[in-house]
Structure formats: C-alpha cells, structure tokens
Nanobody, 118 residues
C-alpha cells in the first residue's frame, strides 16, 4: 500500500508560479512511475505530466514549456513546478503512483486545489 500526500496548492495570479509536492510512503518509490493529473469543474480528469522510474518525462501539450515534473528518490517525493500560470490551469491537481512490477498497484492522492485568478 502506498499513501500519497499532495501539498503546495493555492491561489495565484495569472503569470505566477506554484510548486506542488507529492510525498509517498513505502520503500518502492524508486521503482514507481509518478504522475500529476488535474480535474477542473465539469471536466474529466486529465494527464498533466508523468515521470518514470528511469526519469523519462511526458507532458500534456497545454503545459509544455511552462510546467516541469521532477522527483527526489531520497525524499520519496515528486514535484510539479508550474510557471506562467493561466486561468485555465485552475483545477484540483492529483498525484498518481504506479508500481509497474506489481499488477494493479496504482494509487492516488487526495488532491490539492490550484486557482489562477486576478
């Protein structure tokens, strides 16, 4: 079982920055693929960015060049640096963990609200 705790959300003006963190429990973090997803009101949850255990990254087109995903295996933490934020980035952001070596081992955090507004 893996528990994920997100933090770092809040209210920011357009053009501003936020850094989200997701701390994971357990001893298999270095083998875990991590991702950030978001869900805006009335919309489906969508992928924002992912980072594999081998540090390969992938981004949604809407955030490329503005968001950066990274991980610190020593701290069991994944980060999402969000720059040049836009009102359309407003959503609840969720952290997801997938342990590829274990079937069905997918876990979600509780989410953190990000609001971009003047």
């Amino acid at each position: 079982q893996v528990q994920l705790v997100e933090s770092g959300g809040g209210l920011v003006q357009p053009g501003g920055s936020l850094r989200l963190s997701c701390a994971a429990s357990g001893k298999l973090f270095r083998l875990t693929h991590m991702g950030w997803y978001r869900q805006a009101p009335g919309k489906e949850r969508e992928l924002v960015a992912t980072i594999t255990s081998s540090l390969s990254t992938n981004y949604a087109d809407s955030v490329k060049g503005r968001f950066t995903i990274s991980r610190d295996n020593a701290k069991n933490t994944v980060y999402l640096q969000m720059d040049s934020l836009k009102p359309e980035d407003t959503a609840v952001y969720y952290c997801k963990a997938t342990i590829a070596a274990i079937a069905g081992a997918t876990y979600w955090g509780q989410g953190t609200q990000v609001t971009v507004s003047s």
